[in-house]
């Protein structure tokens, strides 16, 4: 485990953040913020796959009272994301948001994120500041215009601050955390902005979170990227599977195929991966062991990789192999091939 920097600790609802509490994973709406049954299906599946925050867009009055209608029925904290008009900040907290995340560069003036502290710091609600290099004030770097309005708020007496500085490439999103690390005890919401569509945004937050988190910054996350909440939730999990963050969860081992392959191995190992999800979606850290599961296209490593698995499937022409702790158990048709695997990973609990 990573020597975390030790920042400041405060509670988003009941998600504690900083102080050395686990690294969270939020994600945030991308549905008619103005219809709350929309989103709290949207929240609920989301909090299904593990996510712990979910932000929500309120650009006016109705959208803030949506927020409230989600927040009554919502398993995780719910953070309004406020742009432009710092009303829409004062209606959330009214109608009972977890945190408010407010953009520097646009919310208005000295006096008006004044008043949202106030507001906030009655009601116990913390404020994100949330600095993107796309929206920043004329002349400002993102680090410096970040500590600029922490010390707004500190001056105002309101010290549950977390801090968010991102940019749209790895690079300069590393340098900004670095730099807040050393300037500021706040705890920070790391993220690359506007990472992009599935692929490179999760080749850019997977290299910039990576690098940060394995340094010891970061204390809670979000992937941003074009694509649903649920995917951004998914990639977030795995960043921190992969650094020993989070509990690991099942280990699926699949290959790449090539054209020896003679089964739909793509759609076979996702749909191993999607059951065994919903099979462990519950167990999390209490689960004594989590199984290992192979995915094999051809015999050329199917065998050897079924050795190290619990269970693993080895493909033919279209069928497979099945393997169960390193044995040959049977042959499988590719339609029942999804359905075996469960049915022996069950019995091996």
């Known amino acids: 485990m990573f020597t975390r920097t030790q920042t400041r600790a405060l509670r988003v609802g009941n998600l504690p953040i900083g102080g050395g509490a686990p690294v969270s994973v939020q994600t945030m709406g991308n549905v008619d913020p103005h219809d709350a049954a929309a989103c709290l299906r949207q929240l609920v599946a989301c909090a299904e796959l593990g996510c712990e925050a979910f932000r929500l867009t309120v650009p006016d009055e109705a959208a803030a009272q949506a927020l409230g209608e989600v927040k009554r029925g919502s398993p995780i904290p719910v953070v309004a994301d406020i742009h432009f008009d710092w009303r829409c900040a004062l209606a959330a907290i009214a109608a009972g948001a977890d945190a408010v995340r407010i953009n520097p560069g646009n919310i208005g003036s000295r006096a008006r994120v004044q008043e949202v502290a106030r507001a906030a710091k009655a009601r116990g609600v913390p404020i994100r500041i949330g600095v993107n290099a796309g929206s920043l004030e004329r002349g400002e770097t993102i680090v410096g215009s970040a500590l600029k309005h922490l010390k707004l708020l500190e001056d105002e007496g309101f010290h549950d601050v977390v801090i968010s500085a991102k940019a749209s490439d790895a690079v300069s999103t590393i340098a900004a955390y670095r730099e807040l690390a050393e300037r500021t005890d706040c705890p920070l919401h790391l993220g690359v902005t506007e990472a992009g569509t599935l692929i490179p945004g999760t080749v850019r937050s997977a290299v910039a979170l990576g690098i940060l ?137």
């Open 213 to 349: 988190l394995s340094e010891g910054i970061g204390d809670t996350i979000r992937v941003s990227l074009t694509a649903r909440p649920e995917k951004e939730v998914k990639v977030g999990l795995e960043i921190l599977r992969s650094l020993g963050l989070r509990a690991p969860g099942p280990a699926i081992t699949s290959c790449p195929t090539c054209g020896r392959t003679r089964v739909d191995l793509a759609r076979v190992a996702s749909q191993v991966e999607d059951a065994l999800e919903t099979l462990y979606r519950d167990r999390g850290p209490e689960a004594r062991r989590f199984p290992h599961v192979a995915v094999m296209g051809c015999v050329v490593n199917g065998p050897g990789e079924a050795r190290g698995a619990d269970v693993a499937l080895c493909g033919g022409d279209g069928e497979f192999s099945l393997y169960v702790r390193g044995r040959f158990a049977a042959k499988v048709k590719e339609e029942e091939a999804v359905r075996k695997v469960i049915e022996h990973v069950v019995s091996l609990r």
